[in-house]
């Protein structure tokens, strides 16, 4: 399991996250919505190990991970997508994964033999020796994902994976979290801003506002939640 606990970020004097905590239990998927500002990306960079906590714990299977190196969290079984997409574009889509599965293999054909698994896992096979700056935003989101999945871990934090994506694209999005889910038995904790999403995908949310978990349970749960609605949803 994973423990966020009372975990608190300030940047100059303006306080980011506030006393948060959070767990994730195996094969769960977690959502955590919360509106532009929130603090939702600098969470993901603190339990991932791109930023310091000022105060707090995170703990993976007791395992304290906290203010370890990124390299060395994904070693323990955390591996992160980014907002802002970016493969190397002018490597193969093949290559862009290869260079998730070198987290845990030096040998070239090892690599390549898991990271052709993934592609073809998101269903990218066909498109895995062309270039990654060619593909369009939803392809190259894939193969983002597939890098991820590639450092083969237990906890896979997505962050707005969804935005840019037309309804259908996001369907599709939402169906291979789920097929991944069952077939890696792996949790997945996923920032999204629109609701509908999220209540779809996830088994537990938690609504951030101002750095502050302002409600948190199943997403029937949260969104009857008055303060959510009085503060989240503008009701
Ligand atoms: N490295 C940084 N230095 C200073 N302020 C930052 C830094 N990163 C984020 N912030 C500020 O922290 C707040 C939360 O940002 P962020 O975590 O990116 O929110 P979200 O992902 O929910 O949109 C914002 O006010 C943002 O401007
Ligand atoms: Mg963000």
Not at 90 to 99: A, Q, R
């Amino acid at each position: 399991m994973l423990k966020v606990h009372d975990v608190s970020k300030s940047f100059g004097g303006l306080l980011v996250i506030d006393s948060f905590s959070m767990e994730v239990q195996p094969n769960q998927i977690v959502g955590i919505i919360g509106p532009n500002g929130a603090g939702k990306t600098t969470l993901f960079n603190i339990i991932t190990g791109y930023l310091s906590p000022d105060r707090g714990t995170v703990t993976l299977d007791n395992h304290n991970i906290t203010k370890k190196k990124p390299e060395k969290i994904n070693r323990y079984g955390i591996a992160r997508t980014f907002q802002l997409v970016k493969p190397f574009a002018n490597m193969t889509v093949l290559e862009n994964v290869m260079i998730g599965a070198f987290s845990h293999t030096s040998k070239t054909a090892e690599a390549r033999r898991i990271a052709q698994e993934y592609v073809e896992l998101v269903g990218l096979q066909n498109k895995a020796n062309e270039k990654a700056g060619k593909l369009s935003l939803p392809e190259r989101k894939q193969i983002e994902l597939a890098r991820a999945l590639a450092t083969e871990p237990k906890y896979l934090f997505l962050d707005e994976v969804f935005s840019g994506l037309n309804p259908t694209e996001i369907e599709e999005i939402i169906k291979l979290i789920h097929s991944i889910k069952e077939l890696k038995k792996i949790s997945f904790v996923v920032i999204e801003h629109n609701v509908r999403v999220i209540s779809g995908i996830s088994d537990k949310v938690y609504v951030l506002h101002h750095g502050v978990v302002i409600a948190e349970g199943t997403p029937e749960e949260v969104l009857t939640n008055q303060e959510v609605v009085a503060a989240y949803l503008g009701g």
